[in-house]
């Protein structure tokens, strides 16, 4: 999990006072229930949370102890947790939760979330006895309060909890006279419901089905304001709400662009006014409320930019004083705050950058002091409080690098002692502890060593190549949660072995050949959260419809059976339904417009039915909407705008009507975004730049109020 990503997202928090059946004595804690979400995801997985009570939204005092818990399970985004300030701590005043949040296991100091979060009610109170008196702010009464006992505006709709009032307290008729006195009446005798599924509640409450309709696709171009012009090379942030598209190529270099809402269908073009110059090839990062565009190229290196608001379509120039050189193909990570340029090159490799604060619209030099050589294709991780940067190439192949930390403005050398040898193309991956690097090429060898890099202890430990994989490239990794599997790959001859590290213990374990698919590279390798699915992919001389299951538990391969699996392919499209693996399309000797499902559990491939399924191409694109996968467009033997749904359920194909369907064309995007697929872009013979969105047709379910 992405620690950054994860703080970037929304915490929701609910507070759920539990009530007392009968008066017993009560103890200080109560439950918590809060919502935490990975970018727009709801998060899965384990964090160290602490909480926090403070007496002012801001600033303030702490109130009360704090509440450490680790790890606290996140599952679909959902955690309870119990929380107890100590007595004496909600006399009446307002009071604040503040969070704090890492990654469980992580070694990186807390992350505090803001804003805070306002605690409008005393998590519960009780009273003993039998009250004749008036009730008054935030008290609950075990048993049975009246309306006598209740002062006037005393319970308001802040005092009462959410799900606390039920059908069974509500007297009879109260819901419709609601209704009926806000003109919202419910349905009426012969009234129709429609319904996506059948629905049994329905029929529970009385009403008849009465039969099925069917809606048609749907394409609609979105045409309302004018797109950006054709172009590629351009940079895309989403806001959340918008696609923000600037910059770019086509014959010229562009310095426009424009905001395109979904929701709303609407592109707004952004202001030139104020604009940085034409350019490709620049970074983009979204930092909440701007977009920050920096750098680049336009027959000329660039180190100007600008900080683009949506919400005033306003541009604010990057500021020039202190900004780092002209360059490209340098790396920018956003901190949160700030926005760090690093490397790259111009004229010549580079080992400068800078900070950019858009607060204050000011550049802090990254200092050169202790920072490492000049160098591009390096790996840059972010830790959470350091940037990461190691190996690469310049003149030479690399193997040094150094921490750079934003707040003391400070370099420390990553140490020599220790660091795998020199190489570029390497992998690196951040377990939320250390940096794993693995692999790569040094210009004269392929390589199988490597190293994990804890910055806590600023040390390198060596990963051991007892029993690790010999040298190559282009294999697949897969990472567990525990260990990194590496399998297959080229290294002067193509693989069908691999290894199992796991950093803990600093071993590998060897991915069994018994049983394992033949050499190969550019195949396929899933997760599915128990095994490594391997399929397809080519060994030089042929393609292969060939693979494995690997169980790194078991440390055993199970053939992924080939009776009824797809022909040998490439290009080929694949999605994962969250129990199968559809493959489907592709191209070999010729193109092809056939596929297959593979279900692991069963070890079986069932054959996407030839029976209405789209043309035979490649470069076509493929969504799964929850329930089908969409494909649309590409290249077979000429260009296409058709496609077509399968329902790997009913293993049906239902063809995506052509009828206001966009021109043909490949190489175009394609995102669903929940209830519809909008495609934007592509190539035929041209550059496009028009916006379309798909709404598959669905069967809608009929019922009628007797």
């Not at 007496?55 to 009360?64: E, I, R």
């Not at 605690?119 to 048993?143: D, E, K, Q, S, V």
């Not at 000429?638 to 399968?646: F, I």
Request: hydrophobic share 40%; aromatic share 12%.
């Amino acid at each position: 999990m992405n620690l950054r990503k994860l703080l970037a997202g929304t915490l929701l928090l609910t507070l759920c006072g539990p009530f007392a059946p009968r008066l017993a004595a009560q103890g200080t804690a109560f439950t918590y229930q809060g919502q935490l979400k990975d970018g727009a995801s709801p998060a899965n997985g384990s964090y160290d949370l602490q909480f926090y009570l403070r007496d002012a939204l801001t600033a303030g005092n702490p109130v009360g102890a704090t509440n450490s818990l680790a790890p606290v399970g996140v599952s679909n985004g959902l955690f309870t947790v119990t929380l107890d300030f100590g007595a004496g701590v909600f006399p009446g005043a307002d009071r604040w939760l503040e969070i704090g949040v890492r990654t469980n296991g992580s070694v990186a100091p807390y992350t505090t979330l803001a804003p805070r979060q306002p605690l409008t009610a005393t998590p519960y109170a009780t009273t003993a006895g039998n009250l004749t008196g008036p009730l008054n702010g935030n008290a609950i009464i075990a048993g049975t309060v009246t309306g006598t006992q209740l002062a006037a505006g005393a319970v308001t709709a802040a005092n009462i909890a959410g799900n606390s009032i039920t059908s069974s307290q509500l007297a009879a008729g109260a819901a419709a006279a609601n209704l009926n006195a806000a003109g919202q009446s419910g349905v009426a005798t012969g009234g129709l419901i429609l319904s996506v599924t059948e629905n049994t509640a329905l029929l529970n409450a009385g009403y008849v089905k009465i039969g099925t309709t069917t809606t048609a696709d749907a394409w609609q171009e979105r045409v309302n304001g004018a797109p950006p012009s054709a172009r590629y090379y351009h940079t895309a942030v989403w806001t959340g709400t918008e696609m923000i598209a600037w910059g770019g190529y086509n014959g010229s270099y562009f310095n426009d662009g424009g905001r395109y809402n979904p929701a709303a269908n609407t592109w707004t073009a952004i202001t030139t006014t104020g604009a940085p110059a034409a350019r490709y090839l620049h970074t983009a990062v979204w930092t909440g409320s701007e977009m920050l565009v920096w750098g680049g190229y336009n027959g000329s290196y660039l180190n100007d930019g600008g900080c683009y608001n949506p919400a005033a379509n306003t541009w604010t120039a990057v500021g020039a004083s202190g900004a780092p050189s002209a360059r490209f193909r340098h790396t920018a990570v956003w901190t949160g705050s700030e926005m760090i340029v690093w490397g790259g090159a111009a004229a010549s490799s580079l080992n400068d950058g800078g900070r950019f604060n858009p607060t204050a619209n000011t550049w802090t030099a990254t200092g050169t002091s202790g920072a490492p050589a000049a160098r591009y294709q390096h790996t840059a991780v972010w830790t959470g409080s350091e940037m990461l940067v190691w190996g690469g190439a310049a003149a030479n192949s690399l193997n040094d690098g150094a921490r750079y930390n934003p707040t003391a403005n400070t370099w420390t050398t990553i140490p020599a002692t220790g660091a795998p040898v020199a190489r570029y193309q390497h992998t690196a991956v951040w377990t939320g502890g250390e940096m794993i690097v693995w692999g790569g090429y040094n210009n004269v060898s392929f390589l199988n060593d490597g190293g994990r890099f804890n910055p806590a202890a600023n040390t390198w430990t060596a990963i051991t190549t007892n029993g690790a994989p010999a040298a190559r490239y282009l294999p697949t990794a897969v990472w567990t949660g525990s260990e990194m599997i590496v399998w297959g790959g080229y290294g002067g001859s193509y693989f069908n072995n691999g290894g199992r590290y796991n950093p803990a213990a600093n071993t590998w374990t060897a991915v069994t050949t018994s049983g394992a698919p033949t050499g190969r590279y550019q195949h396929t390798a899933v997760w599915t959260g128990g095994e490594m699915i391997v399929w397809g992919g080519s060994n030089g001389g042929s393609y292969l419809n060939n693979g494995g299951r690997y169980n790194p538990t078991a440390n055993t391969w199970t053939a992924v059976t080939t009776t009824g699996a797809p022909a040998a392919r490439n290009l080929h499209t694949a999605v994962w339904t969250g129990t199968e693996m559809i493959v489907w399309g592709g191209a070999a000797a010729s193109y092809l417009n056939d596929g297959g499902r593979f279900n692991p559990t069963a070890n079986t491939w069932t054959p996407t039915t030839a029976t209405g399924a789209p043309v035979a191409r490649y470069y076509h694109t493929a969504v799964w909407t929850g329930s089908e996968m969409l494909v649309w467009g590409g290249f077979g033997l000429d260009s296409l705008n058709d496609g077509g749904r399968y329902n790997p359920a009913a293993n049906t194909w239902i063809a995506v009507s052509t009828s206001g369907a966009p021109a043909a064309r490949y190489f175009h995007t394609a995102v669903w975004t929940g209830g519809e697929m909008i495609v934007w872009g592509g190539y035929n013979a041209g550059y496009f730049n028009d916006t379309w969105s798909y709404t598959p047709g669905k069967t809608l379910f009929l019922y009628q109020r007797p």
